[in-house]
């Protein structure tokens, strides 16, 4: 069936350095695609989203890149803290239930 | 505002017993889901709720699994009986929007189920 996978399951950076998280997604119908954080013993937040008509879109700190052709998703975040430490999933759906991939786990070097 | 609720936190029960979780989401939110979130995996939808009317409950395993959602408000999830595979974090989650715009959902803080 079609699945969101993560390229990285873990992801080491410095405090100050930029992260990126990658993401694969296998269904070319896809059209809505959401990353999340989930911190230890908490629920998934959202971090930002990102429809197939547009190829990239930023938030604070935080920037979702699409590549349709690829159908490859990223996630950007500038200047990570040590606060940044999670896991990022990211998600496809809209009008289908969320479906996670397994998440990549980042860890803020101080 | 208040976030979605949970309890209990945490569970720990013996295999074939019975279990139940209770959410209540973000006031005003129409649309309530349950999720399965095994250790190291991303979260599993289980049932999705559109007030009190059931949307999607496809990988709910019906078998052992119920949820209902009274009154379109509160959700409860049982598990009867439980099985050594169900030991999981379960998350509720609500959205105020569903089949257009934002699809921004809100997570509770799960409960932790272990079964021995």
């Known amino acids: 069936g079609e699945s969101v996978g993560l390229h990285l399951p873990t992801l080491s950076v410095q405090e100050g350095d930029n992260s990126i998280i990658n993401c694969a997604y296998s269904?070319?119908?896809?059209?809505?695609f959401i990353w999340y954080k989930q911190e230890s013993g908490k629920g998934p937040q959202f971090i930002i989203d990102?429809?197939?008509?547009?190829d990239k879109r930023q938030g604070q700190r935080v920037t979702v890149l699409l590549n349709k052709t690829v159908k490859h998703l990223s996630l950007q975040i500038a200047a990570t803290q040590p606060g940044d430490s999670a896991v990022y999933f990211c998600?496809?759906?809209?009008?289908?239930?969320?479906?996670f991939g397994k998440g990549t786990r980042l860890s803020v070097i101080a | 505002e208040a976030g979605v609720a949970q309890s209990p936190r945490y569970k720990i029960i013996e295999k074939r017993q019975s279990v139940a979780f209770w959410c209540n989401p973000i006031?005003?939110?129409?649309?309530l889901y349950w999720y399965q979130q095994i250790l190291g995996q991303g979260p599993k939808l289980l049932i999705q709720?559109?007030?009190?009317?059931?949307v999607d409950d496809s990988q709910l395993p019906k078998d052992r699994f119920s949820a209902e959602r009274l009154k379109g408000v509160d959700s409860t999830l049982k598990i009867q009986p439980a099985k050594l595979e169900d030991s999981a974090v379960y998350l509720c989650?609500?959205?105020?929007?569903w089949g257009g715009g934002s699809h921004e959902q809100f997570f509770g803080p799960g409960t932790r189920l272990t079964v021995l």
């Open positions: 709720f559109q007030n009190n009317g059931v």
């Open positions: 006031s005003g939110h129409a649309t």
């Open positions: 998600a496809e759906g809209q009008n289908t239930p969320l479906v």
């Open positions: 989650a609500s959205s105020s929007l």
């Open positions: 269904n070319s119908a896809s059209d809505y």
């Open positions: 990102i429809r197939s008509n547009m």
